[in-house]
T-cell receptor, first 115, second 112 residues
Framework: EDQVTQSPEALRLQEGESSSLNCSYT??????LFWYRQDPGKGPEFLFT???AGEEKEKERLKATLTKKESFLHITAPKPEDSATYLC????????????????FGKGTLLTVNP | DGGITQSPKYLFRKEGQNVTLSCEQN?????MYWYRQDPGQGLRLIYY???????QKGDIAEGYSVSREKKESFPLTVTSAQKNPTAFYLC???????????FGDGTRLSIL
C-alpha cells in the first residue's frame, strides 16, 4: 500500500529562522511528487512537481528536493505570510502501463511563522 | 480569470437527505477529481473522471455519486447512504492524469 508520511506535524519558527519539512514515501512506481500550500478554509495551492531523484525546484523562499525515498521543502528566512499547512502528495499509475494516475496525500505540516 | 469554482461554500444536510455539491472549471482541463478532507487526515479520493461521460471510483466512493455530462462540470452527490458526511470537500482538475491538479476552495458540509 502506498504511504506518505510528513514530519513534523507542526512547526513553529521565528521570522527569518530557516528550516525544512520532510515528506517520506513508500510507493510502487513513483510518477511524480507534488507540494501544495493550504491556507485555512481554502483549497490547496500547487507549488512544485518533482519527477526524479536529484531534482530541485525553487520559488521565492521555498526550495523542494527529491531523493528516492523522501522529499524536503526548505524554507529560507521565512516570513509570517508563509504560515500555512504544507501538503505532500505522490503520484502513481493506477494500472501498469495505464494513463490513469492517483495522488496519495500526506497529512500535512502546519507551519507557523511568528514575527 | 481561469479557475475552479465550488459552490456552495457551506452546506447543511438533514438526516436522510441527498445533497449535491457543484464544481465548475474554465481551465479546459480533461480530468476532474473529488476529494474529502477530514481533520488530521490527508485528502482522500472519492471519484475521478478522465473524460466526459466516464468516471471511476476512488478510495472512498461508498455513499457518493457523480456525473460528467460536460467537460467543465463534475457535480458530487452525497447520498443518505453516506453515514459520516461531515467534512471539507475539494474538487480538482488537471490537463491529463499525470499533470498537477489544481483545486477549488472547497465546500464544507455539516449535518443538522
Amino acid at each position: 500500500e502506498d504511504q506518505v508520511t510528513q514530519s513534523p506535524e507542526a512547526l513553529r519558527l521565528q521570522e527569518g529562522e530557516s528550516s525544512s519539512l520532510n515528506c517520506s514515501y513508500t510507493v510502487s512506481g513513483l510518477r511524480g511528487l507534488f507540494w501544495y500550500r493550504q491556507d485555512p478554509g481554502k483549497g490547496p495551492e500547487f507549488l512544485f512537481t518533482l519527477y526524479s531523484a536529484g531534482e530541485e525546484k525553487e520559488k521565492e523562499r521555498l526550495k523542494a528536493t527529491l531523493t528516492k525515498k523522501e522529499s524536503f521543502l526548505h524554507i529560507t528566512a521565512p516570513k509570517p505570510e508563509d504560515s500555512a499547512t504544507y501538503l505532500c502528495a505522490v503520484q502513481v499509475a493506477l494500472y501498469s502501463g495505464g494513463s490513469n494516475y492517483k495522488l496519495t496525500f500526506g497529512k500535512g505540516t502546519l507551519l507557523t511563522v511568528n514575527p | 480569470d481561469g479557475g475552479i469554482t465550488q459552490s456552495p461554500k457551506y452546506l447543511f444536510r438533514k438526516e436522510g437527505q441527498n445533497v449535491t455539491l457543484s464544481c465548475e472549471q474554465n481551465l479546459n482541463h480533461d480530468a476532474m477529481y473529488w476529494y474529502r478532507q477530514d481533520p488530521g487526515q490527508g485528502l482522500r479520493l472519492i471519484y475521478y473522471s478522465q473524460i466526459v461521460n466516464d468516471f471511476q471510483k476512488g478510495d472512498i466512493a461508498e455513499g457518493y455519486s457523480v456525473s460528467r455530462e460536460k467537460k467543465e462540470s463534475f457535480p458530487l452527490t452525497v447520498t443518505s447512504a453516506q453515514k459520516n458526511p461531515t467534512a471539507f470537500y475539494l474538487c480538482a482538475s488537471s490537463w491529463t492524469g499525470n499533470q498537477p491538479q489544481h483545486f477549488g476552495d472547497g465546500t464544507r458540509l455539516s449535518i443538522l
